[in-house]
């Protein structure tokens, strides 16, 4: 990489031009993307080599967003990715390029984002998520600003309350706590039993002296 040749801006319009003129190099540097972009889906599609899209964007490295260009070559160039190397490792062929082409022209790369993959979903974890906010805010409410205590709200609509409701089986609750009492009972019952056992022991031992 040369090495960069700084400088201070003399005065407010000389350093607006600065600025300026960054802007747009930038937008310029984009659109010269969009352009190889496409000219490299159009030299896969006509000559069957997608390598060219791993050298546009290896090139490039950390100078682009990476995942948007990425993103572009799946979708408009049907490239797919080696799980391995992270790089494009195949196409789905030329004819998939011909019917995304247009669209590929329409759409400039920037405006494309990584799609993350699915996290997955726990109810549980995502409740227990909220009940550890709510209490840390009954916490700290106290420290807050009078602005930003008018800000908060702990009334939870009756509306809220039947939909969280709704998510609760009751009736699994009700025979867990049934179990519990049962087993606490038979604890509870077992020492009683093991002492009159005992005495009984004792009162044959007498009787049996005797």
């Known amino acids: 990489m040369a090495k960069i040749k700084y400088v201070e801006a003399?005065?407010?319009?000389?350093?607006?031009?600065?600025?300026?003129?960054?802007?747009?190099?930038?937008?310029?540097?984009?659109?010269?993307?969009?352009?190889?972009?496409?000219?490299v889906l159009l030299h896969a599609a006509k000559h069957g080599d997608w390598t060219k899209a791993n050298v546009l964007v290896e090139g490039l490295g950390s100078t682009v967003n990476g995942q948007a260009l990425v993103k572009f070559f799946v979708d408009y160039g049907g490239l797919t990715i080696n799980a391995e190397s992270s790089a494009f490792g195949g196409w789905q062929g030329a004819e998939y390029i011909r019917e995304h082409l247009d669209a590929a022209k329409e759409k400039m790369w920037w405006d494309l984002r990584k799609v993350n993959p699915f996290a997955g979903y726990n109810a549980d974890t995502e409740l227990n998520r909220f009940v550890e906010k709510h209490r840390k805010m009954v916490k700290t409410i106290a420290g807050l600003t009078p602005e930003d205590q008018g800000k908060v709200s702990f009334i939870i609509s009756d509306k809220t309350m039947a939909a969280v409701l709704s998510l609760v089986d009751f009736e699994h609750i009700v025979a867990v706590v049934r179990e519990e009492r049962e087993h606490e009972a038979e604890a509870a019952e077992a020492p009683a039993a093991d002492a009159n056992d005992n005495a009984d022991a004792v009162v044959d031992q007498q009787a049996v002296m005797h």
Request: avoid cysteine; hydrophobic fraction near 45%; charge should be positive.
């Open 10 to 39: 003399k005065n407010d319009a000389e350093l607006d031009k600065l600025i300026n003129n960054s802007i747009r190099s930038v937008q310029k540097a984009r659109e010269h993307v969009q352009i190889a972009a496409v000219a």
